[in-house]
Structures are given as structure tokens and as C-alpha cells.
């Protein structure tokens, strides 16, 4: 059994992936900041820890951590203000990370998105521009961390159900949509596969299972 914490329980990919966890046999812990969504997460069988990371600090982070085996980073500020895109998209990831360090957490699962990256080639003056930046530098933290770590950048996401198949690099004829119940899959399985370490997937649905579409 591994411990697995997800970061930002609440979401909608974050609900559906603790459920597959905890089916999996995993015990899993999921943080969230909103009291009122308790029920919703423990409804998951995840333990519902209410913790705002946007607020916390390193070593309030990592008492959190203390004893898991994995973290996963699925919190977002959700397009709000750029002020909180970059406090939690930005800041709050950064210090997930070290905390996962500081805490003896060697593998960490970071959730992207397709097309991440320094050169990411959005305008300043796109509403889009904060996050875009937010997440090139929180993933290069994660990436220049001694961490285990796995990055999975999924396209524009949908609430269609999970095909269980995906395209890496996303779809040749440029339709980038991914069901969030695949991008819990992906996690799923990169947790489970050690050959992803060090790797950064970017996909969409597509027509690969998933197991042979993270391991080539």
C-alpha cells in the first residue's frame, strides 16, 4: 500500500483520482481549502484534510507530508485573479515542492498542461499570461528539485468519461481535448510506473491504453 497525497482534493480531476487510489488499495489523503467540500472528498474514501496552501509555509507543508510516499500537485487557483494564479499556480507549488524535500518525500506528480514551458509564447497582456508563467516555473522547480518526479500535461480538459487511451504529444489533427477522468488515469499510472520518472508527458485523448502511452 502506498501513501499518496493530492494536493487541491476538491478538483474535479483530484476526486475522481483519489477514488481510483483508494479502489487501488493506496490510503489516501486529500487537502483542500474549503470546509463545505469535506463531504465530497471523504465520499472519494480519501481522509479530508482542510489545509490552504496558498497560505501556508514550507515546514507547515511538510508536517502535512510527513510519512506519504507521493505527492500529487492538482490545485489551481482555477482563473481567478493573476494575484492568486501566481500565489498558488506559482508560489504555492514551489513550496509544495520543497516541502515534499523537506519531508522526505522523494516522488512527486505534478499536473500541467499541454504546451507548458518558458517559451509557452503567450502575450503579457493575455489574461492567460499569469498562468502560463506560473506553471513554466513551478514545473522547472520541480524538474531542477532531487525529487522523483513525473509531469503530466494534459489538453483542454472536458467532462467527458474516461476512454482509458491517449495520444502522447497530443492529437495530429490538433484536437487537444482530454477528459479529466483520463488525466486520472495518467496519474494513476505514472504513480505506478517508475520508468516515468524524470519524464514530462504531455497528451490527449487519443487511441494508446494508457499503460503502453506512458512507457514508450
Same mark, same amino acid.
Given at each position: 500500500?502506498?501513501?499518496?497525497? +493530492? =494536493?487541491?482534493?476538491?478538483?474535479?480531476?483530484?476526486? =475522481? *483520482?483519489?477514488?481510483?487510489?483508494?479502489?487501488?488499495?493506496?490510503?489516501? #489523503?486529500? +487537502?483542500?481549502?474549503? /470546509?463545505?467540500? #469535506?463531504?465530497?472528498?471523504?465520499?472519494?474514501?480519501?481522509?479530508?484534510?482542510?489545509?490552504?496552501?496558498?497560505?501556508?509555509?514550507?515546514?507547515? &507543508?511538510?508536517?502535512?507530508?510527513?510519512?506519504?510516499?507521493?505527492?500529487?500537485?492538482?490545485? !489551481?487557483? !482555477?482563473?481567478?485573479?493573476?494575484?492568486?494564479?501566481?500565489? %498558488?499556480?506559482?508560489?504555492?507549488?514551489?513550496?509544495? &515542492?520543497?516541502?515534499?524535500?523537506?519531508?522526505?518525500?522523494?516522488?512527486?506528480?505534478? %499536473?500541467?498542461?499541454?504546451?507548458?514551458?518558458?517559451?509557452?509564447?503567450?502575450?503579457?497582456?493575455?489574461?492567460?499570461?499569469?498562468?502560463?508563467?506560473?506553471?513554466?516555473?513551478?514545473?522547472?522547480?520541480?524538474?531542477?528539485?532531487? *525529487?522523483?518526479?513525473? &509531469?503530466?500535461? /494534459?489538453?483542454?480538459?472536458?467532462?467527458?468519461?474516461?476512454?482509458?487511451? +491517449?495520444?502522447?504529444?497530443?492529437?495530429?489533427? !490538433?484536437? $487537444?481535448?482530454?477528459? $479529466?477522468?483520463?488525466?486520472? *488515469?495518467?496519474?494513476?499510472?505514472?504513480?505506478?510506473?517508475?520508468?516515468? =520518472?524524470?519524464? #514530462? =508527458?504531455?497528451?490527449?485523448?487519443?487511441?494508446?491504453? &494508457?499503460?503502453?502511452?506512458?512507457?514508450?
Amino acid at each position: 500500500m502506498s501513501h499518496v497525497t +493530492i =494536493i487541491g482534493g476538491h478538483g474535479k480531476v483530484a476526486l =475522481i *483520482l483519489a477514488q481510483l487510489l483508494q479502489t487501488g488499495g493506496n490510503d489516501v #489523503t486529500s +487537502i483542500f481549502r474549503n /470546509p463545505d467540500h #469535506t463531504d465530497d472528498v471523504e465520499s472519494t474514501g480519501a481522509t479530508a484534510v482542510v489545509a490552504d496552501v496558498e497560505k501556508l509555509s514550507v515546514d507547515e &507543508i511538510a508536517e502535512l507530508l510527513r510519512g506519504q510516499d507521493a505527492v500529487v500537485w492538482s490545485a !489551481g487557483a !482555477g482563473g481567478g485573479s493573476p494575484e492568486r494564479t501566481w500565489a %498558488v499556480d506559482r508560489e504555492a507549488a514551489i513550496r509544495a &515542492i520543497d516541502a515534499a524535500e523537506k519531508a522526505g518525500v522523494k516522488r512527486f506528480v505534478m %499536473v500541467s498542461y499541454l504546451g507548458a514551458g518558458q517559451d509557452h509564447g503567450v502575450p503579457e497582456d493575455d489574461p492567460f499570461h499569469t498562468y502560463a508563467q506560473a506553471k513554466a516555473d513551478a514545473d522547472d522547480h520541480l524538474r531542477a528539485s532531487g *525529487l522523483d518526479w513525473t &509531469i503530466v500535461g /494534459p489538453g483542454a480538459l472536458t467532462l467527458d468519461e474516461a476512454t482509458g487511451k +491517449i495520444d502522447v504529444g497530443g492529437r495530429s489533427d !490538433g484536437d $487537444r481535448s482530454t477528459s $479529466r477522468a483520463n488525466v486520472a *488515469l495518467v496519474v494513476s499510472a505514472v504513480l505506478d510506473d517508475p520508468s516515468t =520518472i524524470g519524464k #514530462t =508527458i504531455e497528451f490527449s485523448d487519443g487511441a494508446t491504453l &494508457i499503460s503502453e502511452a506512458i512507457s514508450a
